[in-house]
């Protein structure tokens, strides 16, 4: 059995595709991947969660993108084979406690617990980083999705105890420790997921792309936002479109405010994180516009409460999860008033999951109750 963990950004958000800086931390919630090896080159897949079972044939691969949860774990497959990856045939069976559209990344545990399940069967080697590489591309290709590095690396590379500060260009990543006996790390889930999340998110790609071409012109050395600091987008930010502008304005602030978080998450100046989180989320909400209401209100309602140190979407937005940093004497407290207010406005009963800082994906020790590492 091997699992990989879901993930929750603490800052640097939409970021990483634009080669720059994210904090993210694995979380306590995982897929897990069953698997035994087969004689010939057939996968056959089942889903615990959703009670479906479908297989396929690694030597015909079915058409990518049909929007089916097949697409990612075939996907994932065929990915490791383009590069070189001799798979055996398997019986993988899936089960995750990661909540599914929710912004904590469950397609990214199910990519990485498959494709160390399936290579780890098959007897072939694979780093963590070249496993990552070939989640997102199988992410790309097979789902549909253009998305950056951050999630594929966290599942495979997370560190208990630990926020890995990623640098998205180099892939170097520092961890951070994370000491979380006095404050915790709540995870508001608004329970919405607007449909248009995944053109939403390609749009904002494609934006941040027409960004750097038109910077070149006075910046002929940048390849990317991360390039750009914020005195040089304050001195060209007038040849921009008005959107394209206030897109590239929370890229490059958001490199700046990520750096910053992951120096005062050092010093253990929590002021300071909270501080950066708050902007991180208007940010996100009034330049990039990947926010929506019910994100917006729980964060407001976080906001106004005694001993949330801050709050901010995390991940892709649209829909999904907050993320909060809240002194342990004021979490229950927390948790009492955000369910509360954030039903009375709009509705929906929220989960709230309180999380540790968990480790990236490992192969699970059947003997071991506990699940730990082998
Ligand atoms: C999604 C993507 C990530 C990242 C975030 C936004 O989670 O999969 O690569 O871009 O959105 O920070």
Redesign the pocket.
Known sequence: MFSAPGRV?LI??????NDGY?LPMAIDRETVVAVVARADRRVRVFSLNLNEATEFDLDNPGAPQRGIWLDYVEGVAHILEERGLQLRGADLMLSSDVPAGA?L?SS?ALEVATGLALASISDVEIDRISLALACQRA?HDYVG?K?????QFIAALGREGHALLIDCRSLEATPVPFDTSRLAIAICDTRVKHELSSSE?NTRRAECECGVLILKESLPGIRALRDVSIADFERYRDRLPETIRRRCRHVVTENDRTLTASEALRSRNVEEIGRLMNRSHASLRDDYEVSCVELDRMVEIAGNLDGVVGARMT???FGGCTVNLVRREALEEFKRVVSSEYAKSTGIDPAIYVSEAGDGAKEVNMKDERGSVN
């Open positions: 950004n640097g958000e939409h970021t990483d595709y994210v912004g990344s990214a992410e999705v998305c950056g590095i951050m999630d998110y991940g892709g937005g």
